[in-house]
């Protein structure tokens, strides 16, 4: 097991504050936010200094009813290559749902959601984990995700399930602690019971992030300082084995580098508080050393009837949060409404980040069209593509009203669309609109 000792989340906003940090041995970068053939000047001085780079995942959505997609995983590979990494990690969650294996529309979440602890959704993640591992170059770690909902009808524990899926494949594990003081809060899961039953031996590094509570629900923000609960779970975790490498997220409101600092001196310090921890890390066998079975010789094909299931499952649950559908029976329609509001809120926060242009054309009245408009259009695509349906839709219905803003508003997507909109379903008035200078 490779030691990494302390790093940081690497991202554009301080990048220039992780260059000049003193202490940081590894940085993880978003894979889905790097180019191999256009690397960011700091990751490569970085690199050339040394430091190691993982790339971390966040859309393959393993923990969904369909098979890894083939483009997606090759893309993931390339990165790998290009950053020279000694792993890569990506998320026990689904992403997606609907489309053919469930005849239904394909619907996008633009988050990490969380899968069912249930056999079905064991022997999917196992046999779609095995295929990430035959197309990666290295060796993958999945991250246990933070959830503001459960699933009716779990057959097992977030510890069961993941020893199960270890065992199974030979995976490594990345536990993020802040995730775990997540699902105490939102969930009522014990961490220190979480903790009891994980493979430790499995533990590729850890992660920490901060995170608000706010009418009895815990927001697993990255935005904010990391909370003495989630510091107690690491020294908790530390406590049981030697950490090899602990990492610290922030994604936004990102504080002055002294602060961050301190953040980094803090998870430090709840690690030597630990003192020796009771077991040691010890290297895990490929899954790769078996043909068509897991670690354990276990077989890893799921049962297409699983996959069905699942998939049904996963879509409509995905469709009652962003397409208005109704909740399932046996969830909590109130945290349902908390994850769909939560959604809408992170999607117009990552339009504006991928089409900055848009809150600058629109004003104030960006955040309430946007929300407005993914009422009625779950997104069944990437984020830049919502743009562009976002703007194309104001467009189609005579918005903004200001002419002059509309015209900024038709430029811009004209722009970035090509020299005409797609023609089924515009308005003659928004064809005249789209014309017009």
């Known amino acids: 097991m490779r030691r990494l000792g302390t790093g940081i989340g690497w991202r554009p906003e301080i990048a220039d504050a992780v260059e000049g940090m003193p202490g940081i041995d590894w940085v993880e970068v978003v894979a889905e936010n790097v180019c191999p053939g256009h690397l960011p000047e700091s990751l490569v001085r970085l690199r050339e200094r ?17 098979r890894p997609d083939e ?3 090759a893309a993931l590979a390339e990165r790998v290559e290009a950053l020279g990494a000694p792993l890569v990690t990506e998320h026990i969650a689904f992403v997606r749902a609907g489309g053919a294996l469930t005849a239904s529309p394909r619907l996008e979440a633009g988050h990490l959601l969380p899968v069912p602890r249930t056999r079905d959704a064991l022997d999917v993640l196992c046999e779609n984990v095995r295929i990430a591992q035959d197309a990666l170059p290295v060796p993958l770690a999945l991250e246990n995700i933070a959830a503001l909902f459960s699933w009716p009808g779990e057959e097992m524990t977030e510890g069961q399930f993941l020893y199960d899926l270890a065992d199974r494949t030979g995976v490594r594990l990345l536990i993020d602690v802040a995730n775990l003081h997540t699902n105490h809060v939102n969930r009522g899961e014990d961490p220190a019971e979480a ?5 430790l031996e499995a533990l590729a590094y850890v992660h920490v992030a901060g995170g608000f509570e706010r009418d009895g629900v815990w927001h697993d923000s990255h935005a904010h300082p990391v909370p003495r609960p989630v510091l107690d779970i690491l020294t908790d975790l530390a406590s049981r084995v030697t950490p090899p490498g602990v990492l610290l997220e922030r994604d936004e409101g990102f504080p002055e580098p002294g602060e961050l600092e301190g953040e980094l001196e ?12 009771r077991v040691a890390p010890t290297a895990r066998a490929s899954a790769g050393e078996a043909d068509g079975a897991g670690a354990g010789g276990v077989a890893l094909l799921a049962p297409p009837q699983a996959r069905e299931r699942l998939g049904v499952a996963q879509a409509a649950v995905l469709s009652a949060l962003v397409a208005g559908t109704p909740v399932p029976e046996g969830f909590d329609r109130v945290r349902m409404r908390v994850q769909a509001r939560a959604l809408a809120a992170k999607r117009a926060g990552v339009v504006a980040k991928v089409a900055p242009e848009l809150p600058v054309i629109l004003g104030d009245g960006y955040r309430e069209a946007f929300l407005e408009y993914a009422r009625e259009r779950p997104m069944t695509g990437g984020y830049r593509q919502d743009a562009l349906d976002f703007a194309a839709q ?9 002419a002059r803003v509309r015209r900024r508003l038709r430029n811009w997507w004209l722009d970035r669309s090509g020299p005409a909109p797609r023609p089924h379903g515009l308005t003659a008035r928004a064809k005249v609109l789209l014309r017009r200078g």
């Not at 040394?50 to 369909?66: C, D, K, N, Q, R």
């Not at 803090?266 to 921890?277: D, E, F, K, L, Q």
Request: no cysteine; proline share 9%; charged share 15%.
């Open 50 to 66: 040394g430091v190691t780079v993982i790339p971390h995942g966040v859309s393959l959505g393993l923990g969904g009813a369909e």
């Open 71 to 73: 483009g997606r995983l």
């Open 195 to 199: 903790l009891a039953e994980l493979p």
């Open 266 to 277: 803090a998870i430090r310090a709840a690690v030597a508080a630990a003192g020796t921890p």
């Open 394 to 402: 104001l467009l189609k219905t005579g918005r903004p009203g200001d």
